[in-house]
């Protein structure tokens, strides 16, 4: 797989490691250099005696190196990279050294194991037993939410912005305590909205009532369908186990297109949000992952890139959420068109309105759009079609400046997630480029 710098910086901790990267990435630094289809590698001449062995994963994309540096990956790993992304004539093909097979082997045997311990049967009985018990104690926090709400809306809202952070906090406190997190996420939402905005009325209003659904949907679960009451369950902030979800969620084998990555900050904790589209299923697939602070991601995917593999579908009434089986190699990337591709808006508009008829829990919906330009109206920032169709985007100043300039008013095809007031672009393609615009994401 060749990667472009762009792609290469993205997998960088820092911007330190991308500028000693670079400063790496010229064939005077290394004394061995070679490449395969599933690997680079070289010896990297530091300043003691024996050179620094680097090696990387093409397929999965992986690092392994015998500097002390405790940055991942480190900048010999980041500068191999660059040298083979502007020069890969300079490295020798063909077949792996013996240490760099080993290391690729182990990887294998790895995931091979994971894959084994996914297809291992679930303790129908055992997990029975705790769900019920934590069942109770979820009933007795939806009703203490549910009141609280009412007592919320009888006493008024005016005066809500002004208290928001003490008020909020308590309730999301008791509903961590139900072991309901879900719902005290959603209470943690309500704490966040822009109170000094104009549209803090709707999104309490808004947000308020999506709870209060979500509880009495909860009260009735036996009443509903099983894709419902796994719904419900997860939005309540049941987790499913991802040996459940291994086993016995929906599998679809694809090349995966990872359209966008973004990141939002929980608390202590970085969340990354990977959004996928299959070149054949034309689905959409979601893959998240949770990072602790100096924690390194377990599968590292970047925008822009095509990963065939078996992935499984979490249980749900429209699921995007999955998680990995089996990771197969990498494909050419490609411009998404044709079926999964709305042509305008008035067509992407129409699959925003299906999904959300399907399941109106859905925050934002995820659509390909083509033939569509960005434009400037009052400040506010647009996508416009080619029948003066308007939608009004939700685009940070970075975003909005990089979007305007690699586009200069030409049409493109691009990546939204698509909300009730306002649209969000990740990315797009223009020229058979792709550009991402998404960084991090704070809500």
């Known amino acids: 797989m060749q990667l472009s710098?762009?792609?290469?910086?993205?997998?960088?901790?820092?911007?330190?490691?991308?500028?000693?990267?670079?400063?790496?990435?010229?064939?005077?630094?290394?004394?061995?250099?070679?490449?395969?289809?599933?690997?680079?590698?070289?010896?990297?001449q530091g300043s003691g005696k024996n050179p620094y062995q680097t090696q990387v994963d093409l397929q999965n994309i992986a690092f392994k190196c015998s500097c002390p540096s405790h940055k991942f990956p480190c900048k010999h790993s980041l500068g191999l990279l660059?040298?083979?992304?502007?020069?890969?004539?300079?490295?020798?093909?063909?077949?792996?050294p013996d240490w760099v097979k080993e290391w690729l082997e182990k990887r294998a045997g790895k995931a091979e194991e994971k894959k084994e311990k996914a297809d291992k049967p679930v303790d129908v009985e055992a997990q029975a037993k705790r769900q019920?018990?934590?069942?109770?104690?979820?009933?007795?926090?939806?009703?203490?939410?549910?009141?609280?709400?009412?007592?919320?809306?009888?006493?008024?809202?005016?005066?809500?912005?002004?208290?928001?952070?003490?008020?909020?906090?308590?309730?999301?406190?008791?509903?961590?305590?139900?072991?309901?997190?879900?719902?005290?996420?959603?209470?943690?939402?309500?704490?966040?909205?822009?109170?000094?905005?104009e549209d803090w009325k709707y999104e309490l209003t808004a947000g308020a009532s999506r709870a209060y659904l979500v509880a009495e949907s909860y009260k009735?679960?036996?009443?509903?369908?099983?894709?419902?009451?796994?719904?419900?369950?997860?939005?309540?902030?049941?987790?499913?186990?991802?040996?459940?979800?291994l086993a016995n969620g929906e599998q679809v084998s694809d090349d995966w297109l990872v359209v966008a990555s973004e990141s939002l900050q929980q608390d202590r904790l970085t969340v990354e949000y990977n959004w996928l589209y299959g070149r054949q299923t034309c689905r959409y697939a979601l893959f998240l992952q949770f990072l602790t602070p100096g924690a390194l991601t377990e599968t590292a995917l970047?925008?822009?890139?095509?990963?065939?593999?078996?992935?499984?579908?979490?249980?749900?009434?429209?699921?995007?959420?999955?998680?990995?089986?089996?990771?197969?190699?990498?494909?050419?990337?490609?411009?998404?068109?044709?079926?999964?591709?709305?042509?305008?808006?008035a067509e992407a508009m129409q699959v925003y309105r299906e999904s959300m008829t399907r399941n109106p829990f859905t925050y934002e919906v995820p659509v390909l759009v083509s033939e569509v330009r960005l434009v400037m109206h009052e400040?506010?920032?647009?996508?416009?079609?080619?029948?003066?169709?308007?939608?009004?985007?939700?685009?940070?100043?970075?975003?909005?400046?990089?979007?305007?300039?690699?586009?200069?008013?030409?049409?493109?095809?691009?990546?939204?997630?698509?909300?009730?007031?306002?649209?969000?672009?990740?990315?797009?393609?223009?020229?058979?480029?792709?550009?991402?615009?998404?960084?991090?994401?704070?809500?």
């Open 220 to 245: 009735h679960l036996d009443q509903l369908s099983p894709e419902w009451q796994d719904e419900i369950r997860t939005l309540v902030g049941y987790p499913q186990a991802k040996e459940e979800v």
């Open 302 to 345: 970047l925008p822009g890139s095509v990963v065939a593999a078996d992935v499984a579908f979490y249980k749900g009434v429209t699921p995007t959420r999955v998680l990995f089986r089996e990771q197969k190699g990498t494909r050419e990337p490609f411009i998404p068109s044709g079926k999964g591709c709305c042509a305008g808006l």
């Open 82 to 96: 660059f040298l083979y992304a502007s020069q890969p004539d300079l490295f020798t093909t063909g077949e792996e």
């Open 132 to 197: 019920e018990a934590r069942h109770k104690k979820v009933l007795n926090g939806v009703d203490d939410l549910q009141g609280w709400l009412k007592d919320l809306v009888r006493s008024g809202l005016l005066n809500v912005p002004e208290r928001a952070q003490a008020l909020f906090a308590g309730i999301s406190k008791r509903m961590v305590d139900a072991q309901a997190p879900g719902l005290a996420g959603m209470m943690r939402q309500l704490q966040e909205i822009h109170y000094f905005g």
């Open 379 to 443: 400040k506010q920032v647009w996508i416009k079609d080619s029948n003066e169709y308007l939608i009004p985007l939700t685009l940070g100043e970075a975003g909005k400046l990089k979007g305007f300039a690699v586009t200069g008013g030409r049409e493109f095809t691009g990546f939204f997630l698509a909300g009730e007031r306002s649209w969000r672009v990740l990315s797009l393609w223009i020229e058979d480029k792709y550009y991402t615009l998404s960084n991090e994401y704070n809500g």
């Open 5 to 44: 710098e762009d792609q290469i910086i993205k997998l960088a901790p820092d911007a330190a490691s991308v500028k000693a990267g670079k400063g790496l990435a010229s064939a005077a630094k290394w004394v061995l250099r070679g490449a395969s289809d599933r690997a680079l590698w070289g010896h990297c």
